[in-house]
């Protein structure tokens, strides 16, 4: 609508402005006596040294469109009111026609990465990581919606000198029985006790070196017992990935650049970027700390592997965008990653994003240790799914598919919860909170979607006609609202925010439950039809939110 307005004004301004900069001005008036949509004439008036009110009265004689009801002039403001039945009609009709393609970008944009989750083999998955998955997944469903070809890498944390501790430690305790009904947590176990007996034993450090050697030499004992450790870990990670309902096209993890190091240290060397520091070779950066790329003796760091893995994904999949979901306490790694790569030269250095995001919080504490246990993500979802179980006996104990409701209810409850927020901001974490059917929560959206459901199914009608009329006050604010989800969609990628589409779904349920509670939907009357379709078109709109968000959307519950 905002365009269609844009390119009026325009036509009344004789294009003194573009269309895209009455746009970016175009305002939504404090309260609906002031219009729908207003427009400032100050900038104007700037430019063409004329007063505000004299170009917001020129405007007003000259616009003339059929979607508008009235134009008032109120100071510099040129305040606009839609033709309700017009609009109503333009945005149902829209909806009904394209169901939950409403919003889609068709035209295919070019690939995006997203490296995301991307959790340590042999430690357990911590709440950070649950952010990470969360925000990343949805990302890579906006990224579609918005036209792109997301690609969902799990960048594991699968190399790195911990792996010769981990085998020291597993060489002197670790029993193959209680890993294999365990792993994650047996793994730590033994990685914490080799710190502990570290401290006595100054030799361990010595012997994990060497084993880390051993396996970068590719000992085939050591690279058994990693790809044991790995795949054990590997799947563990899946089955909470399978409560999520989440799926990776590569688990491609720091281990697999191994081989693809030596050609960007070489071509480091060859540009003379590669400087000696401290025992290391290192990058030098203007105003921060020098990138770290190989140690004296030759081996490689985390940042070496993210240089390899940038390259390799550039190469591989030629993507417009790669995003880096990882918590906020990373951010000077990838400032220094993507200047690294800007001074070898390549200017799609810019394409690369770090997409950072705050801590997990309980009751105001960082949340990823309870007095030094670890909070297990499994055990998170498996407590929501729980409550969610308990509500439902409670509320609707008739409920068929009981445990599949209760299942996309308590982990949808848990990612909406996360989702809510901007994701800079730190996240309060309470089940009892986040399992409310009233109030800011994923329940409450699923269950808003679930009592429209049932509308429609006890209506027994179903029309694709949108008659051209007003459906009323509370309607609406509504149409407005479905107006606006495609900009939504356009915004929550181009700001990497998932909480706008969060945001507007709860503020859509919320307007429309107003709207249900004042108006019968099901009386026999001429409006049936539009009412039904209007519904109708709020439920499309509500489970497409929902799954861009990565959460399902039950038809009862
Ligand atoms: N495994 C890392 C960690 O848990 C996160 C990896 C993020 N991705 C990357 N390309 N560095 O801290």
Not at 121 to 128: D, N, Q, V, Y
């Amino acid at each position: 609508m905002d365009i269609q307005i844009a390119k009026s004004i325009a036509v009344a301004l004789n294009n003194e402005l573009t269309v895209s900069d009455i746009q970016n001005l175009l305002e939504k008036p404090r309260n609906s006596d002031l219009g729908d949509v207003a427009f400032p004439c100050f900038t104007l008036a700037k430019k063409l040294r004329i007063s505000p009110h004299t170009i917001a009265v020129d405007i007003q004689n000259k616009l003339n469109c059929d979607f508008i009801q009235e134009v008032q002039v109120v100071g510099g403001y040129v305040n606009i009111f839609y033709h309700q039945p017009t609009i109503t009609h333009q945005v149902l009709s829209q909806i009904v026609k394209e169901k939950n393609l409403y919003g889609t970008h068709q035209a295919s944009k070019g690939n995006v990465v997203l490296d995301f989750s991307s959790p340590n083999i042999a430690k357990p998955f911590s709440m950070g990581h649950l952010r990470s998955t969360v925000i990343g997944n949805a990302l890579a469903n906006i990224a579609e919606k918005n036209g792109y070809q997301a690609i969902r890498i799990n960048h594991l944390g699968d190399w790195g000198t911990q792996f010769g501790k981990l085998i020291v430690a597993y060489r002197k305790w670790g029993d193959q029985k209680t890993i294999e009904a365990a792993p994650i947590e047996e793994l730590l176990k033994i990685y914490v006790k080799f710190h502990e007996e570290a401290e006595q034993d100054e030799t361990l450090n010595e012997q994990a070196r060497t084993a880390f050697k051993a396996l970068e030499d590719g000992d085939e004992e050591a690279l058994a017992l990693w790809q044991w450790f790995r795949d054990a870990s590997l799947e563990e990670f899946k089955t909470i990935y399978q409560l999520l309902g989440i799926n990776f096209d590569s688990f491609a993890g720091e281990a697999f650049y191994n081989d693809k190091m030596a050609a960007v240290v070489q071509e480091l060397e060859e540009k003379e970027l590669l400087v000696q520091s401290e025992g290391a070779n290192v990058v030098e950066i203007a105003n921060m700390p020098p990138c770290l790329i190989t140690k004296t003796d030759g081996a490689t760091l985390y940042a070496t592997r993210d240089l390899a893995a940038a390259f390799y994904r550039k190469q591989q999949y030629d993507p417009k965008k790669i995003f880096y979901v990882v918590g906020h306490e990373q951010s000077l790694h990838f400032t220094q990653l993507f200047n690294v790569i800007e001074k070898m030269g390549y200017d799609w250095a810019k394409d690369l994003q770090h997409v950072p995001f705050g801590m997990i919080l309980k009751e105001g504490k960082k949340m990823s240790t309870r007095k030094g246990k670890i909070v297990l993500l499994a055990d998170v979802l498996t407590e929501a799914i729980a409550t969610a179980k308990r509500n439902i006996e409670e509320k609707n104990p008739n409920l068929v598919d009981k445990e599949n409701v209760a299942h996309q209810v308590g982990v949808g409850a848990v990612i909406f919860n996360d989702l809510k927020t901007d994701r800079l901001h730190d996240i309060e974490f309470s089940i009892e909170h986040m399992m409310h059917f009233e109030g800011e929560t994923g329940p409450y959206i699923q269950y808003t979607y679930a009592r429209i459901s049932s509308l429609l199914e006890r209506a027994n009608e179903h029309s694709d006609e949108v008659s051209l009329e007003t459906l009323g006050e509370e309607a609406w604010p509504v149409v407005l609202l479905l107006e606006q989800f495609p900009k939504v969609i356009d915004n929550a990628f181009e700001q990497t925010d998932p909480s706008q589409i969060a945001k507007y779904a709860l503020q859509l349920a919320r307007l429309f439950n107003k709207y249900y509670a004042h108006n019968k939907v099901l009386v026999d009357d001429s409006q049936r039809t539009s009412r039904l379709a209007f519904c109708y078109c709020v439920a499309i709109v509500l489970k497409e939110s929902l799954t861009l968000l990565g959460i399902a959307a039950p038809k009862n519950m």
